[in-house]
C-alpha cells in the first residue's frame, strides 16, 4: 500500500495494452473502473479483472462498475438481463413502500450476483440526486424520485443489497445533482439554490446516508456556497458541506476528470481535485496520454486518504445466504405488479 496512489483508472479495450500494464504497474492505482468498451463476454470480463489486479498485486483491488438499470447499466443482456430504471422503483415505492424498498434491495442484490461472478466489487450506486422540475435528463429516470425520503429510504435499501451480496457501494453525485440543468459531462452545470434550500433537499439523503464507506462527487458550481469551483474540485464544499453539515467521512471519490464540466489540462483537473479534497481521482475513458497527466499530479496515499482507503478495505462483507432463482423470481414478480 505504501506506493499506492491515489486515483482509480480505466483502459482502452477488453484486454490490457503493454502500456497500459506499466503504467498500473509503475503508478499502482488504488483501484479500477470499467465501461461497455471493456466488457466482451463473461470470461473476458473475468480475465480482464485479474489482469487488472495483477498489475498491482493487489488480488482485492477495488474494481468499479456503473451498473444501475435502465440507461446507465453497463453490462448488458445476454450476460445479465435488463434491469428497470432508479424511477420505475420509484414508482413502485410510490404505489406500495414495503414492495418498493423490497424491489429496491432485491436489484441490488442481483447486481451483487451478476458482478461478483466476473470479480468486480464495487457497484456505482446509489444515485441518491433528488429530482427537479426543469433539472437536465441526465439524471432524469436515473433519480428514484423528487421526494428526499423516498430518494433516502430507497438507497439504504439498494445500498443494503449490494453489501448483503459482498459488494460495496459508492453514493453518488454528492452534494446533489438534481438541480443540474446542463449535463456536466459536455458543460458545467451552476446550481443558484439558497444553501437551507439545498440543506433541506438535495443534501437530505447523503446526511441520512453519511455512514456509507464511499461516495461520488458533483460537478457542480453552487453558488451559495463557492461561485467559482465546482464542488469537485472546492475546498470550501468539500469541507463545509460535505465534510461538515452533511457529516460524510468515508472516502470521495470525484466523478470522471475527463468529463467536460471540468477545465484545464487532464493535468490540471487532477491537481485541483487533489488540492480540493476529494480523496480518490477517477480518470475513466483509458486514453493513455490523458492518464499519464493524472498520474504525474496524484499523490500517494497517505494521512487522511489512507485512513478512508483502509477502512473500504476493511468494509468489504461476507455475502448473505440469499438463494438467486428465488431473488430474480421475487424481483420479477414485484416489477409485474406496477
Known sequence: MTRTKAMILGCAGQALTT?????????QPWG???????????????????????TVGRPDAPVLIDQEGG???????????KYPAAAELGALFVADPEQGLRAAWLMSRLHAFDLTR???????????????????????????????????????AAAAGLKAGGMLPVMKHMPGHGRAT?????????????????????FAPFRAMKDEVMAMSAHIVFTA?????????????????????????????SDDSSMNALKGTLGERAADIVAGGCDIVLHCN?????????VAEVPVLDGERLRRVKAVEAAFPAPDDTSEEAARSEFWSLLGSV
Open 19 to 27: 502500456d497500459e500494464v506499466a503504467l498500473y504497474r509503475d503508478e
Open 32 to 54: 479500477f473502473i470499467l465501461f461497455a468498451r471493456n466488457l466482451g463476454e463473461p470470461q473476458q470480463i473475468r480475465d480482464l479483472v485479474a489482469s487488472m489486479r495483477d
Open 71 to 81: 440507461r446507465v447499466q453497463r453490462i448488458r443482456p445476454p450476460i445479465v438481463e
Open 118 to 156: 466476473l470479480g468486480i466489487n464495487v457497484d456505482c450506486l446509489p444515485v441518491l440526486d433528488v429530482l427537479v422540475e426543469g433539472a437536465t435528463p441526465a439524471i432524469g429516470n436515473r433519480a428514484y424520485g423528487s421526494d428526499p425520503r423516498l430518494v433516502t429510504a430507497m438507497g439504504r
Open 182 to 202: 446542463v449535463d456536466s459531462h459536455h458543460d458545467l452545470p451552476v446550481v443558484t439554490a439558497s444553501v437551507e434550500e439545498l440543506d433541506a433537499h438535495d
Open 225 to 253: 456556497i463557492d461561485a467559482e469551483r465546482p464542488a469537485t474540485t472546492s475546498r470550501t464544499v468539500i469541507d463545509e458541506i460535505i465534510r461538515g453539515r452533511i457529516g460524510f467521512d468515508g472516502l470521495l471519490l
Open 286 to 294: 483509458g486514453v493513455m496520454e490523458e492518464m499519464k497527466q493524472v
